[in-house]
């Protein structure tokens, strides 16, 4: 259900040296901040035209310290994971879109876990490398930032297609995330998989029926549907387990699902669309979960230590992929990252056959499933979200080209000049070590189709550490483009992740810096972005993010996401520094 891409723009020559980044942001004695937008943007909208950037002079003052109490915790850890050097771009949108692929309709910047994709599990997580220096492995991600003179869209012609395109219901796909079903479970499985169809069938019809965005209408079906889904999600759990099976917690993030708009690319670009050569691969291989029968209770642990292995081959091979670029061609692939691929998920799908068949008719077929592809190539089977029928929606492309373009996301990307990571303490209270595998978001990807209330205004320029804006930057000569993006500092205690990826964590009171009750604070990570670019570009409007289409690069839409995979001993440390008031490294 996407559509092609826009001709790439020529390489923009405003792409200049890296310069080191302004630090004025980083708070040496509060460390808790709420920022209070100074572009004055009410309500959203998908137009992004010159009105949309603004002399950062022009912007109200407006944030807030909470002062600190006789508890507070005021130290400062800081993580250095470079500036996405080794080119991990990825349209994939692990944390608010797991196990769906090309979630984001965007690109996304990615430091810290290097194998990190949409279908990645907590043990790919942790057996992967990272670009971080203390080794921690985490993954902090964001939309790209590119130049092009031809991307300002107008925004009436934008609203324009999306009056007449209708949304789609896009949810992640459960039967390609399940652990082994005990033979006794699979038939309330089964049904409460196809009750799951039913339901997104259902909400999926109610959003085709209307043209244009709603996000009324969105946020209600969207609600109904994830809390149906959770509830579903928690019956097949409970069946799992009386039947002797285990049941990740992690299951959780798969209920919640999302409104696509894919349609607008068509509606939009058409007409000066050029293919190219799918940029940044990944490695798709078939689903082996959904093609498996019911397993005897003997088996079940056998095969879901197998399962497991599955998918870390497969991000071990998405690992080396990114390492290896560009050296020797499709045969280097091919021999050196698929051929293993195969041979290691032949052994490992063997070894599930026998482990059913000692109790149980062996499961014939399943070598079949041991092939894998890249992205662009002619049978690649890996699990992604259920396409839905929307009439108005086609096939969007992977990212093409040098560029790694997608329709309406074209232009050079221009990387940080300086990513600085914070993790911050709290103006009231201690904080507590975050639990391994935490999943945050910090603003909304989607303020026009779901409506500005988790939107965040994270815009600002270097030496203007007391300013915000919704709108892209305008900064005088010397001073840096920034994004100062703020995550929940406070943890409800016990889990790691939420049905809507929110719920989970929440963010300290914005003038005591007090987190609500029932929760705790924890480090809180801010994640400052710096761009060297011209003047002249800011002036010309020609800078702007990558988005989701009914978005059209508004900046108000600007987010990031993180994913905790740092060890126990590590994050105990970063505690302890910050309860001490230390700045450590």
């Known amino acids: 259900m996407r559509a092609r891409n826009r001709r790439p723009s020529p390489k923009n020559p405003t792409l200049v040296r890296v310069l080191a980044a302004g630090t004025a942001l980083a708070a040496a004695g509060v460390l808790t901040a709420t920022?209070?937008?100074?572009?004055?943007?009410?309500?959203?909208?998908?137009?992004?035209?010159?009105?949309?950037?603004?002399?950062?002079?022009?912007?109200?003052?407006?944030?807030?310290?909470?002062?600190?109490?006789?508890?507070?915790?005021?130290?400062?850890?800081?993580?250095?994971?470079?500036?996405?050097?080794?080119?991990?771009?990825?349209?994939?949108?692990?944390?608010?879109?797991?196990?769906?692929?090309?979630?984001?309709?965007?690109?996304?910047?990615?430091?810290?876990?290097?194998?990190?994709?949409?279908?990645?599990?907590?043990?790919?997580?942790d057996a992967s490398g990272t670009t971080c220096r203390n080794g921690d492995k985490s993954s902090y991600f964001?939309?790209?930032?590119?130049?092009?003179?031809?991307?300002?869209?107008?925004?009436?012609?934008?609203?324009?297609?999306?009056?007449?395109?209708?949304?789609?219901?896009?949810?992640?796909?459960v039967r390609d995330r399940l652990p082994?079903?005990?033979?006794?479970?699979?038939?309330?499985?089964?049904?409460?998989?196809?009750?799951?169809?039913?339901?997104?069938a259902a909400a999926d019809r109610r959003i085709l029926a209307v043209k244009g965005v709603n996000a009324d209408l969105n946020n209600e079906v969207l609600r109904k549907l994830g809390a149906d889904r959770a509830s579903a999600l928690a019956g097949i759990g409970d069946a799992v387990r009386r039947a002797g099976g285990a049941w990740p917690s992690a299951m959780v993030s798969m209920a919640d699902c999302d409104i696509s708009y894919d349609g607008v690319h068509a509606a939009l670009h058409t007409s000066s669309t050029k293919a190219g050569p799918v940029a940044n691969p990944q490695v798709r291989c078939p689903g082996v979960r959904d093609k498996l029968p019911g397993v005897p209770r003997q088996a079940l642990a056998e095969v879901d230590r197998s399962l497991a292995e599955l998918d870390r081959q497969i991000s071990e091979a998405n690992e080396r992929l990114v390492a290896t670029r560009g050296q020797g061609g499709a045969a280097f692939v091919d021999n050196a990252i698929l051929g293993p691929l195969k041979a290691k998920r032949t052994a490992v799908l063997d070894r599930i056959a026998i482990a059913i068949g000692r109790n149980a008719p062996r499961p014939e077929g399943l070598g079949k499933l041991a092939t894998c592809t890249l992205d662009g190539q002619q049978g690649n089977g890996q699990q992604g979200g259920k396409p839905s029928a929307s009439p108005s929606a086609a096939a969007l492309p992977d990212p093409q080209g040098p560029n790694l373009e997608l329709p309406n996301n074209t232009g050079g990307i221009v990387r940080?000049?300086?990513?600085?990571?914070?993790?911050?303490?709290?103006?009231?209270?201690?904080?507590?070590?975050?639990?391994?595998?935490?999943?945050?978001?910090?603003?909304?990807?989607?303020?026009?189709?779901?409506?500005?209330?988790?939107?965040?205004?994270?815009?600002?320029?270097?030496?203007?550490?007391?300013r915000l804006?919704?709108?892209?930057?305008?900064?005088?000569?010397?001073?840096?483009?920034?994004?100062?993006?703020?995550?929940?500092?406070?943890?409800?205690?016990?889990?790691?992740?939420?049905?809507?990826?929110?719920?989970?964590?929440?963010?300290?009171?914005?003038?005591?810096?007090?987190?609500?009750?029932?929760?705790?604070?924890?480090?809180?990570?801010?994640?400052?972005?710096?761009?060297?670019?011209?003047?002249?570009?800011?002036?010309?409007?020609?800078?702007?993010?990558?988005?989701?289409?009914?978005?059209?690069?508004?900046?108000?839409s600007d987010h990031n996401d993180f994913v905790n995979v740092n060890s126990a001993q590590t994050m105990q440390r970063i505690a302890t520094c910050i309860n001490k008031g230390k700045d450590c490294r």
């Open 35 to 125: 920022f209070v937008s100074g572009g004055g943007k009410g309500t959203a909208d998908a137009s992004t035209s010159l009105n949309q950037y603004v002399p950062i002079e022009r912007v109200a003052a407006g944030v807030v310290n909470p002062r600190p109490g006789r508890d507070a915790s005021r130290g400062r850890f800081t993580v250095d994971c470079g500036t996405n050097g080794n080119g991990k771009f990825s349209p994939d949108n692990p944390v608010a879109q797991p196990g769906i692929r090309n979630g984001a309709e965007h690109v996304h910047d990615f430091v810290g876990n290097k194998a990190i994709t949409a279908f990645s599990s907590d043990a790919d997580l």
């Open 142 to 173: 964001w939309p790209v930032v590119r130049i092009d003179p031809a991307v300002r869209a107008d925004g009436a012609t934008v609203r324009q297609a999306l009056s007449g395109t209708s949304g789609a219901v896009v949810c992640p796909a």
């Open 180 to 200: 082994a079903v005990p033979d006794t479970a699979r038939a309330a499985v089964e049904q409460q998989l196809a009750g799951m169809d039913q339901l997104e």
């Open 416 to 466: 940080p000049a300086a990513v600085l990571i914070e993790y911050r303490g709290n103006a009231v209270s201690k904080v507590v070590p975050m639990p391994k595998f935490l999943r945050e978001l910090t603003g909304d990807a989607k303020p026009t189709s779901r409506g500005p209330a988790n939107a965040r205004a994270t815009w600002t320029c270097s030496g203007f550490a007391d």
């Open 469 to 556: 804006s919704d709108k892209y930057p305008i900064c005088p000569a010397g001073s840096q483009v920034q994004r100062v993006q703020d995550f929940p500092g406070c943890w409800d205690g016990k889990n790691t992740d939420s049905a809507n990826h929110r719920a989970h964590v929440a963010f300290a009171d914005r003038k005591t810096g007090a987190c609500p009750a029932g929760f705790v604070a924890i480090p809180q990570l801010r994640i400052t972005l710096s761009y060297q670019i011209s003047r002249e570009v800011q002036k010309k409007g020609q800078y702007a993010l990558d988005s989701f289409p009914e978005e059209n690069h508004n900046p108000f």
